[in-house]
């Protein structure tokens, strides 16, 4: 019968497909990603690997799972969330608590934080007395903040100003420009919505701590399971810095999207500022003041004996797995430029 053999080489062919279909499926390597309420700057890498495919084209089914930054790094130290961009929380869980993590990978190379204030405010020092809208203890837009007025401006919480903790930057920027508070701590790409509500960048906390920022970490259960899954995020987020730092024009939409940025000129200025300063890499220095920072927090609230040493930061990070990566994919490190570049 002639006729049946078309439908034969039909069947024999769906019959090899279903292994293919069933393999593809099987290529996607499920994941999560904490990204902060409300977006942050300092996040932008993998906001955009996330946007333009990079990590499907590793082989990740990401998704996003969004938190404040304490809940955030409860689920990463509780193996409820894979990917945590919260370096100065992972450094705290670690030193006060001997939390099992390892960094794997870097995003930001300068920090981005700011602090805005009413138009009558020129300087940090005249922050004294005021109220100024944190992030909670614990979160990198409390800690860079308190840090730099403690060790560069010998203005300590509590004492020389009080603190309302608010979770993301939209909420302390609403209360400034409702006159709830005097300042806030926020990332360098909303602090827009504030000057052009009239208020006044008093602050830029990269001039003064540098160190990376927004760098992910995971629990060391899932790193010691999942490797090739690490390295496959790497690449994902190298992608995601290059493609940054080289298309402005298609960072635009990431930018207004993820930051609640309104206009194209206003996603532009961020770019213009930002495009040089994420990086993948790992600087020693900078990655060691993250884990230094935390220290002289927690010996100023009397956690910590001052005359303790820092344990090497070195041990918590998974430096061969990043930089044998990097070097297959031949990636180019990052060459900071000041905002005026």
């Known amino acids: 019968m002639p006729m049946l053999r078309p439908f034969a080489t039909l069947a024999a062919a769906a019959v090899l497909a279903v292994p293919l279909m069933f393999a593809s499926a099987q290529a996607q390597t499920a994941i999560t990603i904490g990204k902060i309420t409300g977006g942050i700057g300092l996040h932008i890498p993998s906001y955009i690997a996330m946007d333009k495919g990079f990590f499907k084209d590793e082989g990740l089914d990401a998704r996003f799972m969004v938190l404040g930054g304490t809940a955030m790094v409860r689920a990463g130290l509780t193996n409820n969330l894979n990917f945590v961009p919260i370096p100065s929380g992972g450094a705290q869980a670690v030193l006060k608590g001997g939390a099992k993590i390892r960094y794997v990978v870097n995003q930001s190379l300068k920090p981005q934080y700011v602090i805005v204030a009413r138009p009558e405010l020129n300087k940090p020092e005249d922050l004294k007395g005021k109220t100024i809208g944190f992030a909670r203890p614990g979160a990198a837009d409390y800690d860079e903040g308190v840090t730099v007025l403690a060790r560069f401006f010998k203005m300590q919480v509590g004492r020389d100003y009080k603190v309302l903790s608010l979770p993301g930057d939209p909420e302390r920027i609403a209360a400034l420009l409702n006159n709830d508070i005097h300042a806030a701590m926020v990332s360098s790409p909303q602090s827009v919505r504030a000057v052009q509500g009239g208020m006044k960048i008093v602050l830029r906390t990269g ?22 899954a690490i390295r496959k995020f790497i690449r994902a987020l190298a992608k995601g810095v290059i493609y940054f730092r080289d298309n402005k024009a298609g960072s635009l939409a990431t930018i207004k999207e993820h930051l609640g940025i309104q206009t194209d000129e206003q996603a532009g200025l961020i770019w213009d500022e930002l495009h040089n300063s994420f990086g993948v890499e790992m600087p020693k220095d900078l990655f060691r003041e993250v884990f230094e920072s935390r220290r002289l927090d927690l010996v100023a609230a009397k956690e910590w004996p001052a005359d303790r040493p820092l344990p090497d930061p070195e041990q918590f990070l998974s430096r061969d797995l990043l930089e044998s990566t990097l070097r297959d994919m031949n990636y180019v490190p990052t060459k900071i430029n000041n905002p005026s570049n």
């Open 207 to 228: 001039d003064h701590l540098p160190r990376v920022g927004g760098s992910f970490w995971v629990p060391e259960e899932y790193f010691e399971k999942n490797q090739d």
